[in-house]
Every structure is written in structure tokens, then in C-alpha cells.
């Protein structure tokens, strides 16, 4: 379990010249199967789809997966490829085979030199988790099909599976089947859809046909939350042998199996001790002690350590001693070097288990460790302290929720792809899974203040003073952090010109203010010709000058999915100095729209020479569903028309 982003991160290049050999059978049928007509966009189309798994009396299980992919463009030549990923010390991968069959129907095989063996994710300090990878894409022009087959052993920590019947890709065949020893069943869980289970003796199947190309949009769910899955728990029943494994019948089950792993990990020595000491020898209210040592668990390097998974080691964490003396670690160790040292404080604290990347990816009905990627912390708070991270627990009290791996967000505040997300405290009292904290609308905000000066030639000089709270100001951190000062001014000036064409950037000034989860900035810039000359007598211009930062336009008339929208919040005061030799002749409506998706105003203002406009936006959070698509694409329009609207000035 790690919070950062595995899979792939590398380009893989298939070998150098390979033998001719023949296709297997199945794949050879396949590669000859007529396909629909698919739009453009459609890069490759999945003909098989297909993962067979044996479970043995003994725990073994034995997994052999199939895979036929058929290039339709150029773009898709880079999903001509196989992947399977497997732990050195619990798994191995007994055979790996893949194919080329060409439109002209010539076949190659890949070589043992073509299959390449990497780490799965590339900071691992130890590589005990790793993937085997084949890539075709410099064979595949477009009606190639790339094949491929593996083998794979495993001894496995709990009885558990999970099949994904598909990514984006549309899918001719895929299915699933799974064989238990007597006395054996499985549990069944279908997320995002439905699907029949087909019964032969001990051995159970699961198929879907022609499955759909789930089309990338923006601000989708992700296709975890899209895409059909099938959960699977096999349980024993009558007189069954027992099984290597873990069983989970509920989420009690999980967090008890959790806390075994950690709470031995959570013992603190003489070093860290001292340590808390100091950190804390200031004194202050109970979120300044638990705010010093968070800041200093933030800035242990995180380091993805993946050992030993075959014992429960991909959820376990490293001792905190080791952490603390060696100063990296991942998620997990991060969270329990945190717990530890709260714990030399006097702060009661638990480690929580979540899933980083997609807030609706953890489903209640199938209680699991498989579906958490990632850990984090809740911190027991009293009743003094306030904040909208803060939730109470039956039989835990008021929790205060913190990511110690996030070091762009500070105590206080959450990580937006967490808020809202089922998780689960790791302790056999939490009851069951939570809802994490939802963060408002105001307290993730920006406010922008502008003053402009406009020439009579249509000339602008300009002021604009911003300040990002919350997850805005995280963004904004996070972005000056990676990639420095000079790369942040450049990315100011793009911002600036796409608002003001051909704009002069005069200065950058940034001020972090992470204590108080604030991020300012300041930019001067000047642009001629912004105002647009009408007649030799008329003075066009639009006053919010400066685009808001990430905002959300959508221009297709249907969507396939739907829209995932986050709680924030905007607002700006411009104040425009006019030119001497105009008079303000024709000011827009402005107004306010109220809708279940935000609210919009806008209004404008004139005196003592000076134009004042003001706007302000506040997007609440929700995922709005494909029906209502079409208002909430109305609402967007409308705000947008509404900050197109010019100002007329005449001589």
C-alpha cells in the first residue's frame, strides 16, 4: 500500500528482431473475428479479455490471464501490450508469451529479450514488487493484433480477488472464472453493472460481451467508479479444510486484521522522544503540538517500500524507530512515525486506511483491504478545537483527519481527492468504514484583488494581488514546490495571456503563508491594445481581465459520464481607472444565478472616474449525473456569458 501513483510510469520498447513463430490457437481465431465500426476517437478494441484462477487446498492459487488487442489507429499502437506484475518472495510468474499478427496475418513471437522485468513503481527502495511487460507498438500499425499469455503462483494473504472486465477501451470478450476446492464458495460483489454467475461443479464464471468504449471527459469519476469490476471473497461452508488466508466477513474483520500489523510497529525509543520533547517544548494549544509534529512527519522523504507482501508486509509498516532514525518511508510509515510520536505527546491517534486518487472507489459491501492504497492518520481532538477536518465517531469522539504524505496540505485541511471517501479507521472499536470530512466551498477559495489602469488608446497597466486558501492554495503550492520559482512565473504568464493578448509581466511575487493554509501571489503586467477601438469614438472592454484558475467549460452538447464537481469558491473586485477622454456609455446587466450546482453574481458600479466589478463563484460539491448535464452545462454558459459581456466607453 503506497499514496503514490504506481503502474507504469516508463515507456516500454518491444526487442529487437524476433523469430517468426506461429500464434496459438485461440489468439488466431481472434485475430481473424470481424469487428464493429468504431468512431475515430476508438484507438484499439479489446477482443478477449480473459483471467482463469485455480485456488488449491493448500492456499496456492494459480492464475493464468489472456489478452487480444487489435491496433485501430496510430494512437492506439501503444496499447498493444501486456503487463503482469507479481511479488519476488509470495509469487512468481511461471510463463509470459506474447505475439504480433500482422493485417497481413504474418506472426511474430517475442522473445525472452522482449519481455522486460521493472519495478512496478519506480521510487521503490526495495523491489519485491515488480512487473514483467511486453510492448508490440513498434510492430502494430493500425488492424495488428497484439496477443499475450501468462502464468502466474502465488501463496496469498487473504482469500480474496478482484477482475476488472475492462478499462476505457471497448471489449469484445471478457470473463472471469474462478475454481475452489470442495467445501469452498465465493462471495460476490458487481460493481457498476450486473453480471449473471454461471455454476459448473467447483468451478464459477462470469462473461460479458461487446462492453462499450468508456470515452475520457473532463472532470469524469474515474474509471474505477465507470467501469464493470467484480469483487470476489471465497468462504468456507460446511466441513471445508482449512486455507491459508485470511477471511473477511465484515469491515470489523479488516480493521482487527490492520490494527495487527501496526499497533506492534508503534513503539517509540529514547531519540524520538526527545524529538516530541522539543517539537513541543513551546507549549501552545493542543493543534500547535499536533501541527509541530505533523510538519516534521511531512518532511520525512517519502519512499515507496513494498516488502514482503506475501505476509501481509504491503500493509504492514516499518517500525517508527527506523522510520525516525533513517528519515524516509511510505504512506504507511509516515502515518505510524505520526502515530508514535502523538502518542510520546499524550495524543490518542489511529491509523486510517483509504483509497488516494478517487473518492468513490471504496464501496461498503465488499469489506476488504484491497480496496485501500494508501494510509493516513485521525488524531483524537477536544472539544475546543475547531475545524473542518474535525468529525465525530461513535466511540472514538471528535477526530481530527490528516494526511502526513500530502506536504502541500496542512493540518486542517484534506487532500480533495479524499474528502467524502469511505475509509477506515484501523482500530476494532471504529465500527465499520467512515465518510471522511467534505471541505467547504469557503474554506477553499481564492480571492483576487485587480487594478487597472486603461489608456485612452486601449492600453492596460495592471495590479492584481491574489490569495488561494485550502486546496486551492495546496495546488498552488505544490506547483511553485515542482517546479521553482522561474517555471511558476512562466506559468503566471501564460496565465496572464490568456486574458490579456501580448501582456508584459513587470514582476512575480509569491508569499506561502502555510501555517494559515494560504498561498499569495502578486503580478504586474501591462498589454497594449486590450481595449478594442469601435468607430474612432467607441471603447470596448471586458473587466475580469484574468481567467479563474482551473475553470470548468464544457463544450459538448451530450456527455457519456458523469461530472464530478469539488466545493470552491471564487471571487474578484476590479477596479478599472478610466481614461481621461471616455465616459462609461453602456455597462452590462450582471446579476445572480442560484442553482443546485453553484451560484453566480456579478455587478458593476461607476464613480469619481473608476469602474468597479465584481464577481464571485461557488461550485458546491456533488456528482452531477448524465440527466443533468444539460443544466449544468447551461449554468456555466451563463457565468461564462456573463464575464464576456464588454463595457462600452464613448468619447
Known amino acids: 500500500m503506497n499514496g503514490g501513483k504506481s503502474i507504469l510510469a516508463c515507456v516500454l520498447l518491444a526487442g529487437s528482431a524476433m523469430a517468426a513463430d506461429e ?26 479479455n480473459e483471467q482463469s484462477v485455480t485456488v488449491e487446498e493448500n492456499g496456492r492459487v494459480t492464475t493464468t490471464s489472456r489478452g487480444a488487442i487489435k491496433v485501430l489507429t496510430r494512437e492506439g499502437r501503444k496499447d498493444a501490450r501486456g503487463v503482469v506484475s507479481y511479488d519476488t518472495r509470495s509469487e512468481k510468474v511461471r510463463d509470459f508469451r506474447a505475439w504480433i499478427v ?87 460483489v458487481v460493481f457498476n453493472g450486473n453480471i449473471e454467475m454461471q455454476t459448473s461443479g467447483s468451478t464459477y464464471r462470469w462473461e460479458r460481451r461487446d462492453l462499450p468504449f468508456i470515452e475520457e471527459e473532463p472532470s469524469s469519476p474515474s474509471i474505477a467508479a465507470l467501469a464493470l469490476r467484480l469483487e470476489v471473497s471465497y468462504v468456507p461452508s460446511g466441513n471445508a479444510r482449512p486455507m491459508m488466508g485470511r477471511t473477511f466477513t465484515g469491515w470489523s474483520d479488516v480493521a482487527r486484521w490492520m490494527a495487527e500489523l501496526e499497533d506492534p510497529q508503534a513503539v517509540p525509543d529514547e531519540d524520538m522522544t526527545q524529538k516530541v520533547r522539543a517539537l513541543t517544548a513551546g507549549g501552545g494549544n493542543e493543534f500547535d503540538r499536533i501541527r509541530a509534529i505533523g510538519q516534521f512527519v511531512q518532511k520525512v522523504h517519502y519512499v515507496s517500500i513494498q516488502t514482503g507482501i506475501g505476509r501481509g508486509g504491503g500493509y504492514k509498516p516499518h517500525p517508527a524507530s527506523d522510520v525516525f532514525k533513517k528519515q524516509y518511508g511510505d504512506c504507511k510509515d509516515k502515518a505510524n512515525l505520526m502515530r508514535t510520536m502523538l502518542k510520546v505527546a499524550g495524543i490518542p491517534s489511529y491509523p486510517v486506511s483509504i483509497y488516494s486518487g478517487d473518492p468513490t472507489y471504496v464501496r461498503e459491501n465488499w469489506p476488504s483491504p484491497h480496496q485501500f492504497n494508501h494510509a493516513i492518520i485521525t488524531v483524537k481532538i477536544g472539544d475546543t478545537t475547531e475545524s473542518p477536518a474535525i468529525m465525530s465517531v461513535p466511540k472514538l469522539g471528535r477526530l481530527l483527519f490528516f494526511d502526513p504524505t500530502d506536504d502541500n496540505t496542512p493540518l486542517g485541511d484534506l487532500p480533495e481527492h479524499e474528502q467524502g471517501s469511505l475509509a477506515l479507521i484501523d482500530d476494532v472499536s471504529s465500527g465499520g468504514l467512515v465518510r471522511m470530512p467534505v471541505i467547504p466551498a469557503a474554506a477553499n477559495r481564492v480571492e483576487r484583488q485587480t487594478e487597472v489602469v486603461l489608456g485612452n488608446d486601449g492600453s492596460i497597466t495592471s495590479k492584481v494581488r491574489e490569495q488561494a486558501f485550502g486546496q486551492s492554495a495546496s495546488g498552488m503550492r505544490y506547483r511553485l514546490r515542482a517546479r521553482g520559482n522561474s517555471e511558476f512565473a512562466k506559468f503566471i504568464e501564460r496565465w496572464v495571456a490568456g486574458g490579456a493578448n501580448a ?97 453566480y453574481s456579478a455587478s458593476y458600479s461607476a464613480k469619481d472616474g473608476k469602474l468597479v466589478f465584481q464577481r464571485k463563484l461557488e461550485i458546491r460539491a456533488a456528482t452531477v449525473p448524465v440527466e443533468q448535464y444539460g443544466a449544468l452545462k447551461t449554468f456555466f454558459e451563463r457565468v461564462v456569458g456573463s464575464e464576456q459581456a464588454p463595457v462600452v466607453l464613448a468619447k
Open 102 to 188: 500482422r493485417p497481413s496475418g504474418e506472426t511474430k513471437k517475442y522473445g525472452k529479450d522482449s519481455i522486460l522485468d521493472i519495478a512496478l513503481a519506480p521510487n521503490d527502495v526495495y523491489n519485491e514488487v515488480r512487473a514483467r511487460a511486453v510492448s508490440g507498438e513498434g510492430d502494430s500499425d493500425p488492424g495488428a493484433v497484439f496477443g499475450y499469455e501468462t502464468v502466474t503462483e502465488r501463496q496469498s494473504i487473504f482469500t480474496q480477488f478482484e477482475y476488472r472486465f475492462q478499462d476505457y477501451l471497448p471489449v469484445l470478450m471478457s470473463r472471469f472464472a474462478l475454481t475452489l476446492p470442495a467445501g469452498w464458495r465465493p462471495n460476490v
Open 23 to 48: 500464434a496459438p490457437g485461440w489468439l488466431r481465431e481472434y485475430a481473424t473475428m470481424k469487428t464493429p465500426a468504431y468512431p475515430s476517437k476508438v484507438p484499439a478494441v479489446v477482443l478477449l
Open 503 to 599: 501582456a508584459m509581466i513587470a514582476k512575480v511575487d509569491t508569499a506561502d503563508a502555510f501555517n494559515e493554509d494560504r498561498f499569495d501571489f502578486n503580478v504586474e503586467f501591462s498589454a497594449g491594445h486590450y481595449a478594442q477601438m469601435m468607430q474612432n469614438h467607441l471603447l470596448l472592454f471586458r473587466p475580469p481581465m484574468l481567467p479563474r484558475h482551473g475553470a470548468i467549460f464544457f463544450s459538448d452538447a451530450k456527455r457519456q459520464n458523469p461530472v464530478v464537481l469539488h466545493a470552491q469558491s471564487f471571487e474578484e473586485t476590479v477596479q478599472v481607472s478610466l481614461p481621461s477622454e471616455f465616459k462609461i456609455d453602456e455597462l452590462p446587466d450582471g446579476g445572480r444565478l442560484d442553482t443546485p450546482f453553484g451560484t
